[in-house]
């Protein structure tokens, strides 16, 4: 079982719909980042929370450290948020990060 | 700022051959590590280092080597080239301390044959 869980895997969604991306993780963890990639593109970093939540225009990021969970929040989606997004996380005291395998985000007009 | 560039973007090696993926970043981070990223798999660590001088091995460090001589550069090369190193290949920067949000190159993609 991988260490860090996203779901879906692949998302479907019409613009203006309300997106939710999750991840689960089993290990202690100091932080967690949630990054952006285009296809064919870099990895841009959107969010990185060790507690409570946090919002950026329209992204919204929680985390639960009890329930080792947090979730990626999308309002008002459009095409452009068409992307991988990808949860990671940092253990303890080192700076390693532990990469789960993504969502696939496709937003149709 | 640049931030973190890599070259080159694209490469296609024989096998056997070597070679060097340069990576530069220009914020003073002490941080640097290359990972590898293959379908189906997330980002996987090849090696890191925390400063200059210092280097460490991340999860899959077999048939890569890394030097850290300067702040601000960490070339990643390939002793000889395998098509199981057929990935795409990213170098990442963050501030040891503060809020550590990483910094990633563009990548560069590199195929085997």
């Known amino acids: 079982k991988n260490e860090v869980e996203q779901s879906p895997q692949n998302l479907t969604a019409q613009e203006g719909e309300f997106i939710t991306i999750n991840c689960s993780y089993s290990?202690?963890?100091?932080?967690l980042h949630w990054l952006q990639q285009h296809p064919g593109g870099g990895i841009v970093s959107l969010f990185m929370?060790?507690?409570g939540k946090k919002k950026h225009g329209r992204l919204i990021a929680t985390i639960n450290i009890q329930e080792k969970h947090s979730s990626l929040h999308i309002t008002a989606s459009h095409p452009r948020d068409s992307a991988v997004y990808i949860c990671?996380?940092?253990?303890?005291?080192?700076?390693?990060?532990?990469f789960g395998t993504g969502t696939l985000l496709a937003v149709q007009p | 700022n640049a931030g973190v560039t890599q070259t080159p973007k694209f490469q296609v090696l024989k096998t056997g051959q070597s070679m060097t993926l340069q990576c530069a970043q220009d914020?003073?981070?002490?941080?640097m590590s290359w990972y590898r990223q293959d379908p189906g798999m997330g980002l996987r660590l090849i090696h890191y280092?925390?400063?200059?001088?210092?280097?460490d091995q991340g999860e899959v460090p077999n048939g890569y080597n890394v030097s850290r001589s300067t702040t601000e550069d960490f070339p990643l090369r390939l002793l000889s080239a395998a098509p199981s190193q057929t990935s795409v290949y990213f170098c990442?920067?963050?501030?040891?301390?503060?809020?550590?949000?990483?910094?990633f190159g563009p990548g560069t993609r590199l195929t085997v044959l």
């Open positions: 290990v202690g963890i100091s932080a």
């Open positions: 914020m003073n981070h002490e941080y």
């Open positions: 990671a996380v940092k253990g303890g005291a080192t700076n390693k990060l532990i």
């Open positions: 929370l060790s507690s």
């Open positions: 990442a920067s963050n501030r040891q301390r503060g809020t550590g949000e990483q910094f």
């Open positions: 280092s925390v400063g200059a001088g210092i280097t």
